[in-house]
Nanobody, 125 residues
């Protein structure tokens, strides 16, 4: 049974930082591209970042480049999202997701086979 478990969410003031982690089990982690998405209240889920199987390529939403960094540790079956200079607009539930395709766009939620339950990030002004 595949499980993705996010952690590291919480409340932070604007300008602060958080580091989210996603621990994967029940799959061969290095066979999966990993993505991060978020969903703000009343809004659709949106792409945040993704990283390919061995971490050779990373992708970010244009609006987040320079503030967020995605990384992975295949030995530990974890993917992380370092978030800096947070603003209230970054508030939402953050999800990690796993995609087993060998190629294809990682920007769409439909690409992903497995999802975590999400972790709440709240940024106050």
């Amino acid at each position: 049974q595949v499980q993705l478990v996010e952690s590291g969410g919480g409340s932070v003031q604007a300008g602060g930082s958080l580091r989210l982690s996603c621990s994967a089990s029940g799959l061969t982690f290095s066979d999966y591209n990993m993505g991060w998405f978020r969903q703000a209240p009343g809004k659709e889920r949106e792409f945040v970042a993704a990283i390919t199987r061995i971490g050779s390529r990373v992708y970010y939403a244009d609006s987040l480049k320079g503030r967020f960094t995605v990384s992975r540790d295949n030995a530990k079956n974890t993917v992380s999202l370092q978030m800096n200079s947070l603003t209230p607009e970054d508030t939402g539930i953050y999800y990690c997701a796993a995609d087993r395709r060998p190629y294809g766009s990682l920007y769409g939620a439909d690409a992903y086979d497995y999802w975590g339950q999400g972790t709440q990030v709240t940024v106050s002004s």
